[in-house]
């Protein structure tokens, strides 16, 4: 690639070595450069970007310290493994409590806990507008996993504050101060680009590929507990799904849809085997 289609703007204020991080941290976060494959030659980059080999060195050096790529002397730089954090995405209860099961610490931060009118569909689902929205950033270790957006009928959790939920599970906190258990619901994925505000909270470039697990959950009585939308990296978070005969245990289905009737027995295994396949094609 020559200069002139590079990806650099040599009018920014941003150094050049930092614009070519940016855009091979792209390239490896979306998995265009997958783990253990071999960065391009640093005559190919000065080649691609138009700058010297001491800029290109700057950047594999940051690239290195940041634990994207490994360096070995005399030979190319490998992109690195990045370590996967696993959750399973048909059951009910939240990130949290599956991994305290993993015997990994969660840490939650808690951005916004307002009383707010939902969106059309969590309204249509929780059956009222007197809803709280609670934002939350998850993360291990100080890295961001997760950044979960949760509307909460009011009349439910009344004097529910931040306090509580910091380093916290929500489903354990409205069991035992509110005698609510999260039994059921319907979950559904998607792959999204990261916008800008969520690139900031997540540490991940614009544009950076991620997984969106949406959906809603109800309480042991059968009624609506909560709605909830979670952005995970999609470079540090991986679903499992366990597939069973005689349980349909999740569809893709177009946005909005829902299934107009249960689909026969015999269909169930193909059907999950079809979502393995449908994630694994997101996932690239």
Request: charged share 30%; glycine share 6%; hydrophobic share 40%.
């Amino acid at each position: 690639m020559n200069a002139e289609s590079s990806d650099l703007d040599r009018s920014a204020a941003a150094p050049l070595y930092l614009q070519i991080v940016e855009s091979l941290r792209r390239e490896i976060l979306g998995h265009d450069l997958p783990p253990g494959a071999a960065l391009p030659s640093e005559s190919d980059l000065q080649q691609r970007f138009g700058v010297s080999r001491s800029v290109v060195r700057q950047a594999i050096a940051r690239l290195a310290e940041d634990g994207l790529v490994h360096r070995h002397q005399g030979r190319p730089s490998i992109v690195a493994p990045q370590p996967e954090h696993r959750r399973l995405v048909q059951r009910a209860t939240g990130m949290f409590d599956q991994f305290a099961r993993t015997g990994r610490r969660l840490s939650t931060r808690i951005d916004a806990i307002e009383r707010e009118v939902p969106p059309p569909e969590a309204q249509a689902y929780l059956r009222t507008r007197e809803t709280l929205r609670l934002e939350r950033l998850r993360s291990i270790d100080g890295e961001p996993l997760s950044y979960v957006r949760t509307w909460l009928p009011r009349a439910r959790v009344p004097d529910l504050t931040a306090a509580e939920l910091t380093d916290a599970s929500l489903h354990k906190l409205l069991s035992t101060k509110f005698g609510l258990r999260a039994v059921s619901g319907r979950r559904q994925v998607r792959a999204v680009a990261a916008d800008e505000r969520l690139a900031v909270a997540l540490e991940v470039p614009p544009g950076a590929p991620l997984l969106l697990l949406e959906g809603e959950t109800g309480d042991q009585h059968g009624n609506p507990l909560e709605w909830f939308t979670t952005w995970h990296r999609a470079d540090k978070v991986v679903f499992d799904i366990d597939v069973t005969e005689g349980a349909e245990l999740l569809s893709l289905d177009p946005a909005g849809a829902r299934p107009a009737e249960e689909p026969p027995a015999g269909d169930e295994i193909a059907r999950a085997r079809d979502l393995v396949a449908e994630l694994g094609r997101l996932l690239g």
